[in-house]
C-alpha cells in the first residue's frame, strides 16, 4: 500500500557533493557569539589623590578620637578614678607653684619697701646733697632717691619719739643729712645690693651708708629653695603621671591583643593601631587637668577669706590670688601633653612585642 504522507523532497546534489538546501526551507542563521562581561583577573591598582589621603587620616583621626572617649565613659568608674589620681598628682605642684608666686608677691613688696640709707657728712652743703642726690637717681640700679635735710630729720624724729619738748632744748641739731636710697632688685639681690651699697660708700661726701642685708639674703635662698623644691616636686608627680598613664595604656592594648593581631594581618600600619591609644591617654591627661584646675579653684576659694582676715589684722593689702583663665588653660594643656607622651611609651613598648604569626 501507498503511504498518504506526503514525501519528502529530494535534495540535490552540488557540485561539491554536498546536498542541496531545499528550496522551500529556508537556511538557519547561526547565533551571534555572546559576549559576558569578563572582570578581569587580579588586583587593580589605582592612584589616590593626596585629598583623599588627607581625608582617610583626618577622618581615622575623629574616629579615634570619638571611639576612645566613649569606651573611656562606658566604664565611668574606672575612668574617674584614673582621672582622680592623675588630678592628684597635676594639683599639689600646681598648688606650690600658686603658694610660691603669692610668696614672691610678698617678698616683692617687702623688697620694694627696702632702702639704703645714706648719711652725709656735716660739711656737705644741701647743694652738694643735691647735686648727689640727682646724680644717684640716674643710676639703673636706683629707683629713687629722696633727699632728707637735718631739720626735716629732726622733725620726724619729734613726731616719732615723742620727745619734741626735749629736743627744743637742744643747743645744734645732731642730725646729719640723709639720702634715701631705693634700690632695684633684681634676680641677684644680694650681690646687686652689695655692689650700689660699695658704690654709695666710696663717695667723698658720704659718711655711713646703712642697709640691712641679712633678712634680704634670707628671703632670697628661701626663695631660691622653694622654686627648686617646687621644680623637683613637679618632676617626681609628673613621672607618677606618666607612670599611671602608661599602666592604663598597656591593659588596654592587653584587652585589645586580639583586635591588633587582626588588624594588622589585613595590613594596618603601626601608625593606625597606635592612634585610638594615644588619643586615649590624650583624654586621661585633658580629663585629669580639668579635674586638678577644679579642686585648685575650690581650694584656693576656701582658702582666700581666712588669709584675707589674716592680712587686715597686719594692715596689708595682700589677697591670696589662684590660678587664672590663662593659668588654667596652660595646666589642662600641659595635662594633656603629658598624657600624650605617656601613651605614646606605653604603645611603642608593648605594640611592638605584638605581631601576627
Not at 236 to 248: E, H, M, Q, Y
Given at each position: 500500500m501507498k503511504s498518504n504522507r506526503p514525501s519528502k523532497p529530494e535534495r540535490r546534489p552540488n557540485r561539491m557533493g554536498a546536498s542541496a538546501t531545499p528550496r522551500n526551507e529556508r537556511p538557519r542563521r547561526e547565533a551571534p557569539p555572546r559576549v559576558e562581561n569578563v572582570r578581569p583577573q587580579g588586583a587593580v591598582s589605582s592612584q589616590m589623590s593626596w585629598r583623599d589621603k588627607f581625608d582617610a587620616w583626618s577622618a581615622h583621626h575623629s574616629n579615634s578620637a570619638i571611639e576612645s572617649l566613649l569606651r573611656m565613659l562606658g566604664t565611668p568608674l574606672q575612668s574617674l578614678m584614673t582621672w582622680l589620681v592623675i588630678a592628684i598628682a597635676i594639683a599639689l605642684p600646681a598648688a606650690l607653684f600658686v603658694v610660691f608666686s603669692n610668696v614672691q608677691q610678698i617678698g616683692q613688696s617687702w623688697q620694694d619697701s627696702s632702702q639704703i640709707s645714706v648719711f652725709l657728712k656735716k660739711e656737705a652743703s644741701a647743694g652738694q646733697a643735691q647735686d648727689l642726690r640727682s646724680r644717684w637717681a640716674k643710676r639703673p640700679d636706683v629707683v629713687q632717691a629722696t633727699y632728707v635735710s637735718p631739720e626735716q630729720a629732726l622733725e620726724e624724729f619729734k613726731l616719732g619719739s615723742g620727745l619734741g619738748e626735749l629736743a627744743n632744748h637742744l643747743d645744734e641739731n645732731p642730725l646729719p643729712a640723709v639720702i634715701l636710697v631705693k634700690p632695684k632688685i633684681g634676680g641677684n639681690a644680694p650681690d646687686a645690693l652689695t655692689s650700689l651699697q660699695q658704690a654709695l660708700v666710696a663717695d667723698p661726701l658720704v659718711a655711713d651708708v646703712r642697709l640691712d642685708m641679712l633678712w634680704v639674703k634670707r628671703l632670697h635662698q628661701f626663695i631660691t629653695v622653694a622654686e627648686r623644691f617646687?621644680?623637683?616636686?613637679?618632676?617626681?608627680?609628673?613621672?607618677?603621671?606618666?607612670?599611671?598613664?602608661?599602666?592604663?595604656?598597656?591593659?588596654?592594648?592587653?584587652?585589645?591583643?586580639?583586635?591588633?593581631?587582626?588588624?594588622?594581618?589585613v595590613g594596618a600600619t603601626d601608625a593606625y593601631v597606635r592612634r585610638p591609644f594615644l588619643y586615649t591617654g590624650l583624654w586621661f591627661g585633658v580629663g585629669g587637668g580639668i579635674l586638678a584646675a577644679i579642686l585648685l579653684a575650690l581650694g584656693f576659694w576656701w582658702l582666700s577669706a581666712p588669709v584675707t582676715q589674716l592680712a587686715d589684722l597686719y594692715q596689708s593689702s595682700f589677697r591670696l590670688q589662684g590660678l587664672g583663665f590663662i593659668e588654667s588653660l596652660q595646666l589642662i594643656l600641659i595635662a594633656g601633653f603629658t598624657g600624650l607622651i605617656g601613651a605614646w611609651i606605653a604603645v611603642a613598648r608593648h605594640l611592638y612585642q605584638i605581631q601576627p604569626r
Open positions: 617646687v621644680v623637683a616636686l613637679a618632676g617626681l608627680l609628673a613621672l607618677g603621671v606618666l607612670l599611671v598613664i602608661g599602666n592604663t595604656i598597656r591593659m588596654a592594648i592587653e584587652n585589645r591583643r586580639d583586635e591588633i593581631v587582626v588588624v594588622k594581618l
